[in-house]
């Protein structure tokens, strides 16, 4: 394999749930069902408290101060720029880098419609000037203007990376949102399937927060809901959430699971006198059943579906066991295919940044319900001298 063929990215991101920024860096050879990623370093740079209060301060429907989101757009782009240089190494090391690869923070994620949009902010030209690398960012908005929802959007490179010809997997990530991609063994990209289940630790974390006047932001371990017991009318009530009844593809964020409902279900239990660790009980159940009650439907008629999970929420025991038991599987963790749970995401982006810039286009249909292919995403040059090749022909997607 010719040294053109192999890439050193850098993957960049923050979730829904405003930890801090995660960073990869991967070396990447070849492209589509022939690409190898192999992660070299892996590293989580957290936002300070102000940092957190301000993203939280500009997200989701009904701000209206776009100076300040501007102001943020710049600011996370620097915050985004320094983790690529400390996953580098450093200012020299950086040199070495080929590319970027940013999800930047979500501020709004509103699919569908004429005006559906999918908003992430960390100025990818700040980290192209900052960094001298490259970036390639926003990688929601082609899919979404092609009718799609933007997301999932990691389902690509599960199928790149996870796909076995002998075992169907059921990869589950529960970060801020839960969602799942489905490979079945042997299976082309087109029979993939993923989508949105619901919350993943979004709402447990909020709660928490809630709870807690600050003082604590998730329920380490479910140690918490572990105390507690469920409340079955709560629950019948969460688990009749419309977004639940939706037919794939669907996406969600937290304008449906986020602080609003979080509020709304302190005032109940505390209307209702539901104890502060029932509370977590019941939407610690909620999460995990709304992800598992998906997976059995996936994995019906399948014979040995292995099933992983990874994000946040792989590390609550409490949620993990209640999802074991709905789906009579056993969760394994990500690491066990090579790459650590943690790291899904940004060596996920990584891998969808080193794809674009190799032309490769995704039919995505069956996945965001697009209604044609798209590119997924947006390259930023940076310091470096750049060319573009244009051929006139229309990209295919890859397949297996």
């Not at 082609?142 to 796909?163: I, K, W």
Request: charged content about 25%.
């Amino acid at each position: 394999m010719s040294a053109a063929d192999r890439l050193t990215v850098i993957g960049l991101l923050s979730g829904t749930s405003v930890d801090g920024v995660d960073a990869a860096l991967v070396r990447i050879s070849g492209r589509g069902t022939a690409c190898r990623a192999r992660l070299e370093r892996f590293d989580t740079f957290p936002f300070t408290k102000r940092q957190k209060e301000r993203i939280a301060g500009a997200a989701g429907p009904g701000r209206r101060d776009s100076a300040e989101l501007a102001r943020l757009d710049t600011a996370l782009g620097k915050i985004f720029a320094r983790a690529a240089l400390r996953i580098a190494g450093d200012e020299k090391a950086a040199g070495t880098v080929d590319l970027v690869g940013s999800h930047g923070q979500t501020m709004l994620h509103l699919p569908g419609g004429r005006e559906g949009v999918s908003v992430q902010i960390g100025s990818a030209t700040v980290i192209a000037q900052l960094t001298g690398i490259p970036v390639v960012s926003d990688f929601r908005s082609a899919d979404v203007a092609a009718g799609g929802e933007g997301a999932p959007l990691l389902p690509v490179t599960d199928f790149l990376l996870f796909r076995s010809e002998r075992k169907s997997r059921l990869i589950v990530n529960i970060g801020g949102m839960a969602n799942l991609t489905f490979l079945p063994a042997g299976g082309s990209w087109e029979e993939t399937r993923a989508y949105d289940t619901g919350p993943g630790n979004v709402l447990i974390d909020r709660i928490v927060t809630l709870q807690s006047a600050g003082r604590r932001r998730f329920d380490r371990g479910g140690a918490s809901a572990a105390r507690g017991r469920v409340d079955r009318p709560l629950l019948r009530r969460l688990l009749a959430h419309p977004f639940l009844r939706r037919k794939p593809p669907k996406s969600t964020g937290f304008e449906e699971f986020g602080d609003t409902l979080a509020a709304d279900l302190v005032r109940r239990a505390t209307r209702r006198r539901v104890g502060e660790a029932d509370l977590l009980a019941t939407v610690t159940a909620f999460t995990a059943l709304s992800a598992g009650r998906e997976i059995v439907r996936c994995a019906a008629g399948e014979r040995g579906v292995e099933l992983y999970v990874c994000g946040g929420g792989a590390r609550n025991r409490t949620l993990v066991q209640i999802l074991e038991e709905e789906t009579g599987l056993v969760a394994r963790p990500l690491d066990d295919l090579g790459i650590p749970s943690k790291a899904r995401e940004a060596v996920g982006f990584a891998l969808l940044a080193s794809e674009f810039v190799r032309g490769s286009v995704f039919p995505m249909t069956h996945i965001t319900g697009a209604r044609r292919g798209a590119p997924l995403g947006v390259f930023t040059p940076s310091v470096r001298p750049f060319s573009i090749s244009l051929s006139g022909r229309r990209g295919k997607g890859e397949r297996s």
